[in-house]
């Protein structure tokens, strides 16, 4: 599916209501547009732990949490960014006609999604991600789980209600300014911050948590009714879990 969307400069009003002078066409240098295009990419995280015990009988018992694959549903972009000079800021809501549903690795994918923005040097950069939708999930992330010497088993974390994750684009340089320009294509890198989002799980919380059998496996599924505790300590932090980088 393509899923382009070319933007307005803000005008007070959502979906194209704008002004006559201050449309694309304007030849205007700082109306003149650049593209915008994304990547999405979900950080592998991997922890480890070492049961002191066996350590010292002379062999190891370690256990081990991994979260390497998932996806996320994009229903909306919002853009906002405030240029300098005293340029008209820019701001737009995208119209894509169906949820995007972006499936995540470690490796950055591109996607079909791309912005038409006003080329000129940006102050700040802001980003709203409306996530989700009836049928879709705003994000899902996979991995797994092995104690011990047991086998690993599949973890599946799933957030089912609609989301909205406001986040600050920076540069190369972890700046906020932003700079496009019309002749070249800017590239906003999104990842999913999985650091931050199982900040707060601990390795007690896994091994005292439910497994359930789904397609004849077992799963750690973490959801608002299946361990509740691990899915509270995941959603409480999802406004930290967009990191957005655009060069």
């Given amino acids: 599916m393509i899923v382009r969307k070319s933007i307005i400069l803000f005008a007070g009003a959502l979906l194209m209501l704008i002004t006559a002078c201050e449309k694309l066409m304007d030849p205007s240098p700082e109306k003149l547009p650049a593209k915008l295009e994304f990547e999405f990419a979900i950080?592998?995280?991997?922890?480890?732990?070492?049961?002191?015990?066996?350590?010292?009988?002379?062999?190891?018992?370690?256990?081990?949490?991994?979260?390497?694959?998932?996806?996320?549903?994009?229903?909306?972009?919002?853009?906002?960014?405030?240029?300098?000079?005293?340029?008209?800021?820019?701001?737009?809501?995208?119209?894509?006609?169906?949820?995007?549903?972006?499936?995540?690795?470690?490796?950055?994918?591109?996607?079909?999604?791309?912005?038409?923005?006003?080329?000129?040097?940006?102050?700040?950069?802001?980003?709203?991600?409306?996530?989700?939708?009836?049928?879709?999930?705003?994000?899902?992330?996979?991995?797994?789980?092995?104690?011990?010497?047991?086998?690993?088993?599949?973890?599946?974390?799933?957030?089912?209600?609609?989301e909205q994750i406001r986040v600050k684009a920076k540069n190369n340089d972890g700046q906020q300014e932003v700079t496009f320009n019309k002749d070249e294509v800017s590239m906003a890198e999104v990842r999913i911050d999985t650091h931050s989002l199982v900040r707060l799980v601990n390795f007690g919380m896994l091994m005292n948590a439910e497994v359930v059998i789904i397609d004849g496996r077992e799963v750690l599924l973490i959801t608002e009714d299946t361990n509740p505790g691990l899915y509270n300590s995941i959603s409480a932090r999802l406004n930290q879990a967009l990191r957005l980088l655009i060069k």
């Fill in 43 to 162: 950080d592998e995280f991997e922890s480890e732990e070492t049961d002191d015990n066996t350590a010292s009988q002379g062999s190891k018992n370690q256990s081990k949490f991994t979260i390497d694959r998932g996806f996320l549903a994009v229903e909306n972009i919002e853009f906002d960014g405030r240029r300098k000079h005293g340029a008209t800021s820019v701001y737009f809501i995208s119209d894509f006609p169906e949820t995007v549903k972006l499936n995540l690795t470690g490796e950055l994918g591109q996607t079909d999604i791309s912005f038409d923005i006003p080329q000129g040097q940006y102050t700040m950069v802001e980003l709203t991600f409306h996530l989700g939708d009836d049928d879709i999930p705003s994000l899902v992330m996979e991995g797994s789980f092995q104690r011990g010497n047991h086998d690993p088993i599949a973890v599946r974390f799933e957030y089912a209600y609609r």
